[in-house]
């Protein structure tokens, strides 16, 4: 890891493809819970896009991912691993539901289809 307040000096000599990844505190009004997706799609023909994750818990509460990442391609039986982040923390979640988008106003719409699914805590990797 490197100090918040160094972060740029270190890192972007190293590598015009660096990609720098922060961990924020458990306290408001930085808190931020990261996630891994991992999923794998079905789809015979290349889809590339964004996908937005709900998590829904036993009570009935609701968390939308708020990190927007780049696009990602997506192939047929290929794993992606895609980095998401919530401004809150569901313990017992009942539900998930992903949402896929490609951003455009033009074009068909596609569907994205998911063989296997894992969204991991990366805060609490017990779970």
Known sequence: ??????????LIPKSSATKA???TSDKDPFCMY???LDITTWNK???????NV???DHAGNTVESEINSEASTFQQYKRVKILTGFYQDLDKISKISLTFSTKTLIGPKHKLRILQMRLKS??????
């Open 21 to 23: 990844y922060f961990d």
């Open 122 to 127: 990366l805060n609490n990797p017990e779970r």
């Open 54 to 56: 709900k998590m829904t």
């Open 1 to 10: 890891g490197y100090n918040v307040d160094r972060w740029k000096k270190l």
């Open 45 to 51: 023909s290349i889809r590339r896009g964004f996908i």
């Open 34 to 36: 990261n996630y891994l």
